[in-house]
């Protein structure tokens, strides 16, 4: 079955509308679901959407309501979700950060009491949009073990950094640990098996199958280096922006439970450094000179090949997948059939 781009931005827009979203803030939300999935991150977009569903049902997602600003200086921000989408939360948050960045060079926002928001890179290319590095960071469940141990302490706590150049997309997104527990989740959903090298069960073995793996805990890519990173990210995201660390983090990989994980957006305003315009040739010209050395990618390459590809193709959407979809539209009186074609 195959969802195009336009349909599935359309689909969760009906979705989000019917649960009580305002239509600006439901294409927000499903921009950023649609963001994930164009770019090849299917764990995090539409996929994850039955546990937004659930999450709205137990009270764990808001769907209307503002954030608050509890502390804030001319630089940063702490910002209160208030349980709302975490698509709105960090979409709010990282445009606040621009826009101080844009005043004073550099900015951060943390927050705290929001939810899942998707994919890290989306928010930093909101700063790319905007002539700004932006730098995201957030906590997740506790997901992998300290080195030496078989207990999961830490989240895959994942990085997005974007870099604005006069033509490239210059943009790094990724997990700190060996894969995020999104995929994992996916492939449980589509009873697949997991890369050897991934993950541990919960005996401290290595393992393929996806549903040990979430029972045991995932392994921190580039050993001791992942995992000193992920546990920096740990604690950036947590007691820095007033949200919980470690085993004190929840509702990130479903919604059963209230979210306590929390999210930095950080914002550079290069201009503030050097000129804006040589900033970014001079940005492109090391794209060329990496690229004249063989056989290479640049960051963010990737993805900008799947966004083409999918944009094309379509996405494709599993038989699980359609069902758990298709029980939310008959919930909300759409016909998923309007949206998804064989």
Known sequence: MILTAEKEKSLLIAILT???????????VADATLDA?????TSHGIGRFPQYIHGIGNGNIKTDGDLTIERETDAMALVNGNGLFGQLVAHKSMMLAIEKAKKMGIAAVGTHNSNHFGVTGYYSDLAIRNDVIGIVTANTEPA?????????MIGTNPIAIG???KDTYIAVDMATSASARGKLLESLRKGKKIPEGVALDSEGNPTTDPAEALKGSILPFGAHKGYALAFMIELMTGTLVNASVGTGVKGTANHTQKCTKGDLFIAIDPSKFVDLDEFKEKNE?????????????????LEVRNIAENEKYGLAV????????KEICDGLDIDINEYISE
């Open 285 to 301: 010209e090391f794209v060329t000179e990496v690229r004249e050395t063989g056989d290479t990618f640049i960051p963010g390459d």
């Open 318 to 325: 599993d038989k699980k997948l359609y069902d758990n979809l």
């Open 18 to 28: 019917k649960l009580g979203l305002n239509k600006e803030d439901a294409e927000i």
């Open 144 to 152: 992998i073990a300290p080195l030496g141990a078989n207990k999961p």
């Open 37 to 41: 999935d164009l770019k090849g991150f």
């Open 163 to 165: 870099i604005p150049s």
